[in-house]
Structures are given as structure tokens and as C-alpha cells.
């Protein structure tokens, strides 16, 4: 900014643009060029600091990020688990029966849908078909959550969510299956140990009494024991959602076993047959998973 006497303004250069004359206390005046000087009428803020101070806390406010990706992260982590029920529905028993021709084992037995039932009504080689699907739709949604959420909290709720659909499924009326193999898929892949240390309960239970629906409730109540044991032997490095999981997940299972667990106490469960595994015939009954 330059500074001239009064009465003795210097000529103007030609291509220079029109200064403004801006009168000092000293008695000289100032020429302002408004293209590299600025305006000061208009660059000063309007209505007061109080103004200014409010357009620029709503302007960080627009642009501030938390706001969009905590939407956007609670959209992904609720379908998630709606997609994750949504698998745990999907009745294997059903859908591999239609496909190979064979017995619906809604119609046989206890006209559960899981692997037990499925073997009465499919045999040892359709059976096995059942119960890989129904490992693979607990496993399948905890990889999801695990994969594009990275949460435990988001793994637990997709296990347990799977789980409900296998035991209440959408799309046979809300009656499928026990939730066992759906169970064990979500574990092996939240704690595969876990499920090593429950796996001889569940077996000796069976070859011991007979009745696979207690070798499967006492195995899913290992599973916390299990847990805890991983839980103090790495100092406390898994994650306390998974400690949960193992409760409420087991819940879930003995609900769904509630009329297993009625007949075991009266002495009416009726046990498995390993005939059923070597191929041969059984005779008649009621199976009791």
C-alpha cells in the first residue's frame, strides 16, 4: 500500500487498475487496489464475531465425517445380521431332500430339519450334505461380519442371529432346526479350540447313553468352560463379546431343546441308533433330534 502527500497525487500508470483513496490519521492518504488490498467492507465479517463464529461452526459441522460413516456403519452392521438369520434360515434338510428326490424330513420323525433327522430320512450321504450346509451357514455370516465390520460385537450378533434362523426359520413356518450345526459353524470360526474341547463331551455322551440330544446340550454348555479356559490361558486376549456368545448361544440351543429336555426328565427319550451310521435300517420311533 502506497502513501502520498496531499496535492500531490502521482500520475497513473496505464493498465493499472483504479486505486482507492483511503484518508489516515496523519493527514496523507493511502491508495488501495482492490484487486491485491482486498475490500475491507467486504471481507469483514457481517453481523459480529457471534455470526461468524456461528456460519463457521456449522460449516465444520457439514463437513465433519463421523456423522456419515457412523450411518453408514450402523446400515452395514443391521443387514449384517439380518443377512445372517436370513442364511441361518435356509432349511438344508429341505432344500437337499427337493433336489435329490428324497423324503422331506419334516415328514419324518420328530420333523426337525438338522442333521439327526435328516440322516433317518436321507441316509448317511444326503445326511452329510445337511449337516456341511448347516456348518456352513453359522460360519459363513461371522466371516462376513468378521470381514467387512472387523467387530466382535457385530461377530456375536451375526452368530446368534444365524442360529435363530436355524432353530426359528422364515421360510418353513418358523420350525426348523435345533441350531446345533448352525451353532458349531458360527464357533469354528469365533473359536475353533473351543469347539476341540467341547467335541469329546458331545461324543462320549452319545456312545455313553444314546441320546444325541444330551450329548448336545451338555456340549454347548461346555463351550463357556471351554472359552474361559482360552480366555485365562491368553491373558485375557479374547474378546469378552466371546465369552458371552458361548452363554447366550447355548440359551438358544437348550430353547430349542425343550421338548428333548422334557422327555429326558420323565425317561421317554428315545435313544439314537447307530445302525443309522453303517447304512442299515432302524425300526420305527420317534427320534428324538
Request: net charge positive; hydrophobic share 50%.
Amino acid at each position: 500500500m502506497a502513501s502520498v502527500r496531499l496535492g500531490s497525487p502521482g500520475p497513473a500508470r496505464v493498465g493499472q487498475p483504479a486505486g482507492r483513496l483511503d484518508h489516515r490519521g496523519d493527514g496523507t492518504r493511502a491508495v488501495r487496489n482492490p484487486a491485491t488490498d482486498g475490500d475491507p467492507a467486504r471481507d469483514a465479517p457481517q453481523g459480529g464475531p457471534g455470526r461468524a463464529g456461528a456460519r463457521l461452526a456449522a460449516s465444520s459441522a457439514a463437513t465433519k465425517p463421523g456423522s456419515d460413516v457412523d450411518g453408514a456403519t450402523l446400515l452395514l452392521d443391521l443387514a449384517l445380521v439380518a443377512g445372517a438369520y436370513l442364511c441361518g434360515s435356509i432349511p438344508v434338510g429341505v432344500v437337499v431332500a427337493r433336489l435329490t428326490g428324497g423324503i422331506d424330513p419334516r415328514t419324518v420323525g420328530s420333523g426337525r430339519t438338522g442333521g439327526t433327522n435328516a440322516l433317518r430320512a436321507l441316509g448317511r450321504k444326503r445326511a452329510a450334505v445337511v449337516v456341511v450346509g448347516d456348518l456352513l451357514k453359522g460360519a459363513l455370516p461371522v466371516v462376513a461380519a468378521r470381514v467387512l465390520s472387523g467387530e466382535p460385537v457385530i461377530e456375536v450378533a451375526c452368530g446368534l442371529a444365524a442360529v435363530a434362523g436355524a432353530i426359528w426359520s422364515v421360510f418353513v413356518g418358523f420350525r426348523s432346526g435345533r441350531g446345533v450345526g448352525t451353532g458349531v459353524g458360527t464357533m469354528l470360526v469365533i473359536q475353533p479350540v473351543a469347539v476341540l474341547l467341547a467335541l469329546p463331551v458331545f461324543l462320549v455322551v452319545i456312545l455313553v447313553t444314546r441320546y444325541v440330544s444330551l450329548g448336545s446340550l451338555l456340549a454347548s454348555a461346555a463351550l463357556f468352560p471351554a472359552m474361559l479356559l482360552i480366555w485365562a490361558v491368553a491373558a485375557g486376549a479374547v474378546p469378552p463379546q466371546y465369552l458371552v456368545y458361548t452363554v447366550v448361544g447355548a440359551a438358544l440351543i437348550w430353547i430349542a431343546h425343550a421338548d428333548n429336555i422334557d422327555r429326558l426328565l420323565h425317561g421317554t427319550e428315545r435313544k439314537f441308533d447307530l445302525n443309522l451310521l453303517s447304512g442299515r435300517t432302524t425300526s420305527g420311533g420317534t427320534p428324538e433330534h
